[in-house]
T-cell receptor, first 114, second 113 residues
Framework: DAGITQSPRYKITETGRQVTLMCHQT?????MFWYRQDLGHGLRLIYY???????DKGEVPDGYVVSRSKTENFPLTLESATRSQTSVYFC?????????????FGPGTRLLVL | SQQGEEDPQALSIQEGENATMNCSYK?????LQWYRQNSGRGLVHLIL?????REKHSGRLRVTLDTSKKSSSLLITASRAADTASYFC?????????????FGRGTQLTVWP
């Protein structure tokens, strides 16, 4: 199906384990983003990417790693998960056409770190 | 930071009433957007207003923008139970990295049948 997908949708892991959240979009959008959403904080940007092989830090990048070897994929890795990384993670993409930055969001991954 | 702030944090109304949500931001922008999030879902884009526009309509949605006050409002007319959701404003930042948006914490709207 066309659009933006995330996997897994739900994940339970333990402190210290490495976890990778996947994001895939079929629009060939240049820009991709990872956010985390927590009660009281709204959406906070973790990392974003303007194109393949170009990534940059957002507000809360510590403890996370991203890569973008292909335009359509933007995986987010938690190198050593901590309880504070329990959250809902959203991936988004935009094409930035005409300077308009409308973002299209995936359904989210709910991550619980025990 | 540029993060917007929505007001009120929560709003509860009856079906048929109008719902008004406000957003304030801190720095100059190119455009401002409103998104909706249904429970357990991702955000969905509703409407965009550019900095040189003062008002915009889309169906039952009306958005206003006052750049001198750095504020925007979203009006949903004749609300329905299906409008129950969280609503977020998002701004870019004039002169900053293209593509990046700054989201507020949202207004939780509940529409009672």
């Amino acid at each position: 199906d066309a659009g933006i997908t995330q996997s897994p949708r739900y994940k339970i892991t333990e402190t210290g384990r490495q976890v990778t959240l996947m994001c895939h979009q079929t629009w060939s959008h240049s820009y991709m983003f990872w956010y985390r959403q927590d009660l009281g904080h709204g959406l906070r940007l973790i990392y974003y990417s303007a194109a393949a092989d170009i990534t940059d830090k957002g507000e809360v990048p510590d403890g996370y790693v991203v890569s973008r070897s292909k335009t359509e994929n933007f995986p987010l890795t938690l190198e050593s998960a901590t309880r504070s990384q329990t959250s809902v993670y959203f991936c988004a993409s935009s094409d930035g056409a005409g300077g308009v930055e409308t973002q299209y969001f995936g359904p989210g991954t709910r991550l619980l770190v025990l | 930071s540029q993060q917007g702030e929505e007001d009120p944090q929560a709003l509860s109304i009856q079906e048929g009433e109008n719902a008004t949500m406000n957003c304030s931001y801190k720095t100059s922008i190119n455009n401002l957007q409103w998104y909706r999030q249904n429970s357990g879902r991702g955000l969905v884009h509703l409407i965009l207003i550019r900095s040189n526009e003062r008002e915009k309509h889309s169906g039952r949605l009306r958005v206003t923008l006052d750049t001198s006050k750095k504020s925007s409002s979203l009006l949903i007319t004749a609300s329905r139970a299906a409008d129950t959701a969280s609503y977020f404003c998002a701004t870019d930042e004039r002169g900053s990295t293209l593509g990046r948006l700054y989201f507020g914490r949202g207004t939780q709207l509940t529409v009672w049948p």
